[in-house]
């Protein structure tokens, strides 16, 4: 089974910075990855799919990059509302699997 | 609008069994792979189960695979799971999702029905 890798565990950030989020494939997953954003109590949101493409109504300021087992989420200007835990999952297969999320915090 | 309701959660003991239903409204139902998709109490999202459009095909997490069935009515647009030999650790929050070809990854997403596993 293809493992999902993310860094870091935890990312403590501002309103107006640029983060970054790692996820690594065990192996090639070609471009199928996405990216999903969760708040407490909610169903996860689907923000990046095909490792760069922005999923319908997501701003602009997310974007994703990468291809084969390395991948990045990035947030270009944190905004209140972006606070909540950031999960990659590979659809190379149909096993699909999940990392083990990023927890963004103030 | 695609909506998707679960239904069917509650406690169960160890070693019982529980059948989820998801009732999905507002697409063509046999058009799109559905899936199941747990979170266990402040844990991260697990993949559990995936079924093809026609229901011919079905694929299973290594953790639930000989213990849940996935299954599809189309006609009633409701995707089913059916769980036995229950365990402490398949408490969770379980959503039923949809794929969709554009993405082809899981785009919706219901709201999730808690079963827990306990004595």
């Known amino acids: 089974d293809i493992q999902m890798t993310q860094s870091p565990y935890t990312l403590s950030a501002s309103v107006g910075d640029r983060v970054t989020i790692t996820c690594r494939a065990s192996?090639?997953?070609?471009?199928?990855l996405a990216w999903y954003q969760q708040k407490p109590g909610k169903a996860p949101n689907l923000l990046i799919y095909?490792?760069?493409s922005l999923q319908s109504g997501v701003p602009s300021r997310f974007s994703g990059s990468g291809s084969g087992t390395e991948f990045t989420l990035t947030i270009s200007s944190l905004q209140p509302e972006d606070f909540a835990t950031y999960y990659c999952?590979?659809?190379?297969?149909?096993?699909?699997?999940f990392g083990q999320g990023t927890k963004l915090e103030i | 609008e695609v909506q998707l309701l679960e239904s069917g959660g509650g406690s169960v003991q160890p070693g019982g069994s529980l059948r989820l239903s998801c009732a999905a409204s507002?697409?063509?139902?046999?058009?799109?792979?559905m899936n199941w998709v747990r979170q266990g109490p402040g844990k991260g999202l697990e993949w559990v189960s995936t079924?093809?459009?026609?229901?011919?095909?079905?694929y299973y997490a290594d953790s639930v695979r000989g213990r849940f069935t996935i299954s599809r009515d189309n006609s009633k647009n409701t995707l089913y799971l059916q769980m036995s030999g229950l365990r402490a650790e398949d408490t969770a929050v379980y959503y039923c999702a949809r794929v969709t070809a554009a993405a082809g990854t899981i785009v919706y997403w219901g709201q999730g029905t808690l079963v827990t596993v306990s004595s």
């Open positions: 999952q590979q659809y190379n297969s149909y096993s699909y699997t």
């Open positions: 192996q090639s997953i070609s471009s199928w």
């Open positions: 507002g697409s063509t139902f046999s058009s799109h792979a």
């Open positions: 095909k490792a760069s």
């Open positions: 079924i093809t459009g026609g229901g011919d095909t079905t």
